[in-house]
């Protein structure tokens, strides 16, 4: 699945950004780097701006400000796929045709052979016929986790992408959503420190108002996706906590 598009992805460096909500500073004059890729995690409480941070990325954010470059200075138009958390399937499109519908409002070539590929290696292949309003919401999840994947950018926005997920599917997805990701320049916003260390080469924590963003410098001698058997993981996992509970 592995396209052109993807042996080149870039650093994104996010400059004085600043959001304004409801009368108060989110954050303001707020910069943040994202490694050319690789997987950064972002954690940090409710409401901080985490998903402002993706949606200014993304370009989505009119209420914000942010310069936002990639580091080969080449511009980031059609070179993002973003999956927010909330559901945003089309209801009257089958599984099939929401997962291709990105290919479909470019006017572009559908790859329907990927499509096929992918929807098996995520367990979707019994139900490409059903819509959404016949799936359950973890269905749905993986549903949207697939039309990003299929999309093959070199940059991947993700907001809670496994979170409405059971455990074991969780760990499953994260697993391989890591392997068709490896070399993508990521971000993943998620609430939960044993996945933010199982998928990311960096972690970045949000905390304060107005939100800075500092970086937690992790020591591991592999990469991602890390087995739940990895030692490190459950040490990290315990000063991850410590470290987040100062700023929740």
């Known amino acids: 699945m592995v396209d052109a598009r993807r042996k080149h992805s870039p650093a994104i460096t996010v400059s004085n950004a600043c959001l304004c909500y409801q009368g108060q500073v989110l954050f303001d004059r707020l910069d943040f780097h994202l490694q050319a890729g690789r997987t950064t995690c972002l954690l940090g409480p409710s409401g901080i701006g ?3 941070i993706l949606r200014l990325i993304a370009g989505l954010n009119t209420s914000g400000s942010a310069d936002v470059r990639a580091g080969d200075q080449e511009n ?3 070179r993002i796929a973003y999956m927010p958390q ?7 499109l089958s599984v099939k045709h929401n997962v291709l519908l990105g290919y479909r409002l470019r006017g572009e070539k559908q790859p329907f052979e990927q499509a096929k590929a992918l929807l098996d290696q995520l367990g979707l292949a019994p139900i490409v016929k059903k819509y959404p309003a016949q799936l359950s ?4 999840q993986r ?10 950018k070199p940059i991947i926005l993700m907001d809670e992408p496994f979170s409405a997920l059971d455990t074991i599917t969780r760990y499953q997805l994260q697993t391989l ?9 990521v971000l993943l916003v998620t609430h939960d420190p044993l ?4 998928l990311g080469h960096h972690i970045a924590i949000m905390s304060d108002n107005p939100a800075k963003i500092d970086y937690l410098q992790l020591a591991f001698d592999d990469v991602p996706p890390r087995a739940l058997s990895n030692l490190k993981l459950l040490q990290w996992q315990s000063q ?5 509970g100062k700023v929740y």
């Open 240 to 244: 991850l906590l410590g470290q987040l």
């Open 195 to 198: 996945e933010a260390l199982r």
């Open 137 to 140: 919401g973890g269905m749905q």
């Open 143 to 152: 549903v949207a986790l697939a039309r990003v994947l299929l999309e093959d």
């Open 86 to 92: 909330s559901n945003t399937l089309l209801p009257w």
């Open 76 to 78: 980031l138009h059609g």
């Open 50 to 52: 985490k998903t402002s």
């Open 177 to 185: 959503a890591a392997q068709l990701l490896a070399n993508c320049t």
